[in-house]
């Protein structure tokens, strides 16, 4: 089946650490997207890419950073500079404008 | 500043009544809006859109109304079952050079059986 593989589901980071959480479709996809849900916040958008060794920034870029370097592939880092990491990750994927996937998401928690 | 503002955080409605979350944005040139909803801890699915031609497009119990002239959007839901509860967020598509959604705060929708 195609889908959206998110991993882990649940992760844990010390403090001054840095983390990086996978996003793996095999739906073909150009498009691949990150955000990320705080309570009361919504769905933000950290960082996106439209084509393999292409991204942009989001609106909540920093302390992030991302690569494209496979179609398939769009791993997020979660940086020490990142001041508030702890929150709920979702990856997404589309091949049209408004075919949005999602992943079942990855939960960072900052110990 | 935002530019999709869903205002009511939380909805509560009995089984089999119809349960409207509203959804209001900034720019008269946005065409195309979108609502998925959300169980926790799991992503958001897709579950009706509308473009700005329609003012409004069905499908099944849910039903999406759009007012350019106010920049509003709802959606209804009739008749609300027990499995509708989740979060409801409202999205717009955005276009030119960087194509994205931009959602809304959500609504937490919960029906009462």
């Known amino acids: 089946d195609g889908g959206i593989t998110q991993s882990p589901k649940y992760l844990f980071r010390k403090e001054g650490q840095n983390v990086t959480l996978s996003c793996e479709q095999n739906?073909?996809?150009?498009?691949m997207y990150w955000y990320r849900q705080d309570p009361g916040q919504g769905l933000r958008l950290i960082y996106y890419?439209?084509?393999?060794?292409?991204?942009q920034k989001g609106d909540i870029a920093e302390g992030y950073s991302v690569s494209r370097e496979k179609k398939e592939s769009f791993p997020l880092t979660v940086t020490s500079a990142q001041k508030n990491p702890t929150a709920f990750y979702l990856c997404?994927?589309?091949?049209?404008?408004?075919?949005?996937?999602f992943g079942s998401g990855t939960r960072l928690t900052v110990v | 500043d935002q530019q999709v503002k869903q205002n009511s955080p939380s909805l509560s409605v009995q089984e089999g009544r119809i349960s409207i979350l509203n959804c209001d944005y900034t720019?008269?040139?946005?065409?195309?809006f979108l609502w998925y909803k959300k169980y926790p801890a799991e992503g958001p699915t897709f579950l009706i859109s509308?473009?700005?031609?329609?003012d409004k497009n069905e499908d099944g119990r849910f039903t999406v109304f759009l007012n350019k002239s106010a920049k509003h959007l709802s959606l209804h839901i009739v008749p609300s079952q027990p499995g509708d509860s989740a979060v409801y967020f409202c999205?717009?598509?955005?276009?030119?050079?960087?194509?994205?959604?931009?959602f809304g705060k959500g609504t937490k929708l919960t029906v009462n059986p």
């Open positions: 997404a994927s589309s091949d049209r404008p408004y075919g949005y996937t």
């Open positions: 739906l073909n996809h150009d498009a």
């Open positions: 890419s439209q084509i393999v060794n292409d991204f």
């Open positions: 720019n008269s040139m946005f065409d195309y």
């Open positions: 509308i473009s700005s031609i329609k």
């Open positions: 999205a717009v598509f955005i276009q030119g050079g960087s194509e994205k959604l931009v």
